[in-house]
T-cell receptor, first 116, second 110 residues
Framework: SAVISQKPSRDICQRGTSLTIQCQVDSQVTMMFWYRQQPGQSLTLIAT?????????ESGFVIDKFPISRPNLTFSTLTVSNMSPEDSSIYLC???FGQGAFYEQYFGPGTRLTVT | QKEVEQNSGPLSVPEGAIASLNCTYS??????FFWYRQYSGKSPELIMS????GDKEDGRFTAQLNKASQYVSLLIRDSQPSDSATYLCAVKGDGQNFVFGPGTRLSVLP
């Protein structure tokens, strides 16, 4: 497993502004993931971030709204741009460890975002 | 579309009883299966992973996998109030992303 930290842990933002969430891992990982979890809902994958390449976005998520950086093997950022109240959610980063068919995924503590 | 289904609950069991959580999945190519526990306001925590048919035990937790029936379950023996949480089932195929179920809320009554 790994120790994963996220900053900030929570924030309250005004609509129209942007927030950048940082995710730091204590070991090198190839793949990092960003999820959104709205109140009472399960996890929705936003994008997969590999070091040295463009992030891969899931259906319904676009780079202009959720730009992602992955400058090295231990760090990634997710920006929520031009926020609206509908973006209020918990944002989680995660990492995968394993090989072959045997992978496990571990989550950071999350960032609770409220947009007013 | 790959789907993972769980009863949303809440599932209420008395303290000391066995809690049984169930999950079905649609993709026959799924190879890896996971149970996560999520306390309110916290992030998901991996508690069990299972890769082959049969049972896997870890302390009070037993994961059961039946690939033919596309079914995976989690049994919690001697349930404690501290087990009260939402339990997420997840599956993964080779080269695929994880797919998470909607979660089952478990309430263990003292």
């Amino acid at each position: 497993s790994a120790v994963i930290s996220q900053k900030p842990s929570r924030d309250i933002c005004q609509r129209g502004t942007s927030l950048t969430i940082q995710c730091q891992v204590d070991s090198q990982v190839t793949m990092m993931f960003w999820y959104r979890q709205q109140p009472g809902q399960s996890l929705t994958l936003i994008a997969t971030a590999n070091q040295g390449s463009e992030a891969t976005y899931e259906s319904g998520f676009v780079i202009d709204k959720f730009p992602i950086s992955r400058p090295n093997l231990t760090f990634s950022t997710l920006t929520v741009s031009n926020m609206s109240p509908e973006d209020s959610s918990i944002y989680l980063c995660s990492v995968e460890f394993g090989q072959g068919a045997f992978y496990e995924q571990y989550f950071g503590p999350g960032t609770r975002l409220t947009v007013t | 579309q790959k789907e993972v289904e769980q009863n949303s609950g809440p599932l209420s069991v008395p303290e000391g009883a066995i809690a049984s959580l169930n999950c079905t999945y649609s993709d026959r190519g799924s190879q890896s299966f996971f149970w996560y526990r999520q306390y309110s306001g916290k992030s998901p925590e991996l508690i069990m992973s299972i890769y082959s048919n049969g049972d896997k035990e870890d302390g009070r937790f037993t994961a059961q996998l039946n690939k033919a029936s596309q079914y995976v379950s989690l049994l919690i023996r001697d349930s404690q109030p501290s087990d009260s949480a939402t339990y997420l089932c997840a599956v993964k195929g080779d080269g695929q992303n994880f797919v998470f179920g909607p979660g089952t809320r478990l309430s263990v009554l003292p």
